[in-house]
């Protein structure tokens, strides 16, 4: 993986009316977040047996799989290599962040990269202790949980729960940042997910 070049400026990213993500990321994108929101709703709101919250988990994992291989082989803007930026295009990006004016950033930003490898750590880590957890109802075990000793499974348990809550605070960041964009800078980042295309001004 390469880091994107620090040369890449607002300007020379600005692609107004192009084509932004294509068709796999997109369909992604929204499988994730209601598989993610799913999972979260049935793991603290669902019955006392959590089958559809497993297999909404089975689902977030395979989505993350698809996506680190879609993030080699996928188009530009979906590539890892695309959004991997050095510091100082990270933090020259914040420094202008509270201007009000679109940035009109080529795929996502630096901060916005950031992000989704945040998301993605996160909410795969979670998901993937939940394969290890055990609250010892004899119903709700996870899948790999005989494979690790009682002390292990208790860890994985208590870190499923943490992460949870991790998961709900960077979904309202991510939600709070769409508002942010479109109410300050006057850039609609939800348009793009769905056509695939920025709007031609």
């Given at each position: 993986m390469t880091v994107a070049s620090a040369d890449?400026?607002?300007?020379?990213?600005?692609?107004?009316?192009?084509p932004v993500w294509d068709l796999p990321l997109r369909l992604f994108h929204?499988?994730?977040?209601?598989?993610?929101?799913?999972?979260?709703?049935?793991?603290?709101?669902?019955?006392?047996v959590m089958t559809l919250h497993f297999w909404f988990g089975y689902a977030v994992l395979a989505l993350i799989a698809?996506?680190?291989?879609?993030?080699?082989?996928g188009s530009e803007t979906a590539r890892f290599s695309s959004f991997v930026y050095s510091p100082k295009t990270l933090f020259s990006y914040i420094a202008k962040l509270p201007k009000r004016q679109a940035s009109n950033w080529k795929g996502h930003s630096p901060l916005g990269g950031l992000f989704?490898?945040?998301?993605?750590?996160?909410?795969g880590a979670q998901a993937a202790l939940g394969l290890f957890a055990?609250?010892?109802?004899?119903?709700?075990?996870?899948?790999?949980?005989?494979?690790?000793g009682i002390d292990s499974v208790r860890t994985a348990l208590a870190w499923h729960g943490i992460l949870a809550r991790a998961t709900l605070i960077l979904v309202v960041l991510h939600v709070a940042a769409i508002f942010f964009y479109r109410l300050w800078k006057r850039e609609d980042l939800v348009t793009p997910m769905i056509k695939g295309s920025r709007k031609a001004k």
């Open positions: 890449h400026s607002l300007e020379t990213q600005k692609k107004t009316g192009a929204w499988l994730f977040a209601g598989s993610v929101a799913a999972a979260w709703g049935l793991g603290k709101f669902g019955p006392d698809f996506r680190l291989i879609w993030g080699f082989i989704v490898f945040l998301l993605l750590g996160v909410i055990d609250p010892e109802d004899y119903i709700n075990v996870g899948p790999l949980a005989s494979w690790a």
